[in-house]
C-alpha cells in the first residue's frame, strides 16, 4: 500500500507540474505570436473564421500582383502615347512650314527626310515593349506590333487584351493596341499615322507645288491623328486611377480583416502575460510543495 500511494503520489505531482508547464508554454507562445489559438479545436468557430480572413487576403494578394502588373504596364503605355503625341505634333509644326509659298523645293525636301525619320521613331514606338518583353501595343502578341516592308507598316498582333482581376469582381484592361492609337478616319477614308507621314514626306521628296499642297492637306489628317492619340491618353489615365481607387478599398479591406483577425483569434497581451505570472506561481509553488513533499517518509517519521 506505501508503495502504491507513494507511486501514485508521484504520478499526480508529476502530471499536475507537466501540465502547468504546458501551460505556461502555451500563454509564453501566444504573447510571441499574438496569436490565441494554437489549433482548431481551440476554438472551431473562430478558428473557421480566421480561415476564410486567410483566404480572403491570398486572394488580396493576387489582386494586388494584378493591380501592379496594369499599372506597370497602363504606365508605359502612357509613356510612349506621351511620345507618340510629341512626334504627331512635330510633324505638324514642320507640315505648317513646308506649307509656306517662300520655300525651295531643297528646303521641303530636307523637311521631308525629317519627317520619314519621324516615322521610323514612330515605328519604333509603337514596338514598345512591356515589363515581361513583349509588345506593348501587340495585345496578346509577343513579337512585333508592326511590320515596316518600306512602303507599308502593317499591324500584326492582336486586337484584344486579356483583361486582370483587381478585386471585388472588378477588371482592367492593362494596355491598349496599336489600331486603337495610330488609326482613324481621315477626309478621304480610313488611314493611319503611318501612311500620312510616309505620304507626307513622299510628297515633299517630289518637290513643286504637289508639295505644299500636300503639306497643307496633311495638316487635318494629323490633326485628326492627334486626337486619336489624345483620346487614347485619356481612356489609360482613366485606367490608371480606377487601379489606385480599388488599390485604397484593398488597403481599407487590409486593415479590417486585421482588425478582424486580431479580435477573433488575438491574444490580449496584458490578460496573457498576467494569467502567465499567475501560472509561474502556481507552478513555482507546487514544484516547492512537491519537493517538500517527496522528502517526508517513514524513516522520516521513526526518526
Do not use: C
Amino acid at each position: 500500500m506505501i508503495n502504491l500511494s507513494t507511486g501514485a503520489f508521484y504520478e499526480r505531482g508529476t502530471r499536475q507540474i507537466g501540465t502547468l508547464r504546458a501551460r505556461a508554454e502555451s500563454l509564453q507562445q501566444q504573447i510571441g505570436t499574438g496569436e490565441r489559438l494554437e489549433r482548431s479545436s481551440d476554438d472551431p468557430v473562430a478558428a473557421a473564421r480566421l480561415r476564410m480572413l486567410a483566404r480572403n487576403e491570398r486572394i488580396a494578394n493576387v489582386d494586388t500582383r494584378n493591380s501592379q502588373l496594369a499599372e506597370a504596364d497602363l504606365s508605359l503605355t502612357d509613356q510612349t502615347l506621351g511620345s507618340i503625341a510629341d512626334v504627331v505634333v512635330r510633324v505638324r509644326e514642320l507640315a505648317v512650314q513646308a506649307s509656306g509659298e517662300t520655300l525651295s523645293d531643297e528646303q521641303r525636301a530636307s523637311i521631308g527626310i525629317e519627317i520619314a525619320g519621324l516615322r521610323e521613331n514612330l515605328v519604333l514606338l509603337a514596338n514598345s515593349r512591356n515589363i515581361a518583353g513583349h509588345a506593348l501595343l501587340g495585345g496578346q502578341t509577343a513579337g512585333a506590333a508592326y511590320v515596316d516592308d518600306g512602303t507599308s507598316v502593317k499591324f500584326v498582333g492582336s486586337t484584344s487584351v486579356t483583361p486582370l482581376e483587381i478585386g471585388e469582381g472588378q477588371s482592367v484592361i492593362p494596355g491598349m493596341t496599336g489600331p486603337d492609337i495610330f488609326e482613324f478616319d481621315a477626309t478621304n477614308g480610313p488611314t493611319d499615322l503611318f501612311a500620312v507621314l510616309g505620304g507626307l514626306a513622299a510628297a515633299l521628296s517630289a518637290g513643286g507645288q504637289a508639295a505644299a499642297d500636300a503639306s497643307s492637306a496633311a495638316l487635318a489628317d494629323l490633326d485628326a491623328g492627334l486626337e486619336k492619340v489624345t483620346t487614347a491618353q485619356t481612356v489609360v489615365g482613366s485606367r490608371l486611377n480606377w487601379i489606385d481607387l480599388m488599390a485604397e478599398r484593398r488597403e481599407n479591406n487590409a486593415e479590417r480583416i486585421a482588425d478582424e483577425r486580431l479580435d477573433v483569434g488575438g491574444a490580449d497581451i496584458a490578460v496573457t502575460m498576467s494569467r502567465l505570472q499567475e501560472t509561474m506561481t502556481v507552478l513555482e509553488a507546487s514544484q516547492a510543495s512537491f519537493v517538500r513533499l517527496a522528502n517526508l517518509s517513514l524513516f522520516s517519521m521513526l526518526r
